[in-house]
Structure formats: C-alpha cells, structure tokens
C-alpha cells in the first residue's frame, strides 16, 4: 500500500515560486504514474501535472504549461513539483496522488497541503 506525504506549501505573494515535495513509500515500484491535483475553494479538483513514474514523461494542464515543472527522484521515492511565477488563482489545496496501473485511477491520496498567493 502506497503512503503519499505532501510538503512545502505556504503562502506567497504573486509573481513568487514555491516547491512542493511528495513523498511515497510502501510499493513504490509498483507505481505506474503521479502526480499533483488541486482543488481551490468552490471549485472541483484539477489534475495539474504528472509523470510516468517509469518513464518521466509528462502532462501539464494549460493554465501552468510554462511555469510548473513535475519532476521525481526515483532513488528518494519523491515527486517534485517547482511552481514559478505563482497567481492568486494558483491558490488551492494541493495534493499528490498516484496511479498504480494502465486504466487504473488515481487511488492513493496524500493529505494536501495548502498554497495561498496573495495578491
């Protein structure tokens, strides 16, 4: 059973950069892919990134192509997730989830971990 801990959210002003770290334990080689989700207040949770935990290649949804960068140590067992150029409406819990097969979903969940832009 694979264990997700998020770190690294906190409060930023606009135009800042923050990092956030996930990391996995307990079945980590059985990871097909991760990733970071969001879901700010009123609104339903995004995927905002992923990669192949295999491969590390990688998705990125349009709104932070450009200023989000997704990465993994795969010796550390911990995903990376660089934001730059943050904007209020960056502003969400964020949470890292992975998918452990093909067709499989996103079934193992972290706690979140909030980042607040300010503008």
């Known amino acids: 059973q694979v264990q997700l801990v998020e770190s690294g959210g906190g409060l930023v002003q606009a135009g800042g950069s923050l990092r956030l770290s996930c990391a996995a334990s307990?079945?980590?080689?059985?990871?097909?892919?991760i990733g970071w989700f969001r879901q700010a207040p009123g609104k339903e949770r995004e995927s905002v990134t992923t990669?192949?935990?295999?491969?590390?290649?990688?998705y990125y949804t349009d709104s932070v192509k450009g200023r989000f960068t997704i990465s993994r140590d795969k010796a550390k067992n911990t995903m990376y997730l660089q934001m730059n150029s943050l904007k209020p409406e960056d502003t969400a819990v964020y949470y890292c989830?992975?998918?452990?097969?093909?067709?499989?979903?996103?079934?193992?969940w972290g706690q979140g971990t909030q980042v607040t832009v300010s503008s």
């Open positions: 989830a992975a998918q452990m097969g093909i067709g499989l979903g996103y079934n193992h």
């Open positions: 307990g079945g980590t080689s059985n990871i097909y892919r």
């Open positions: 990669i192949n935990w295999s491969s590390g290649s990688t």
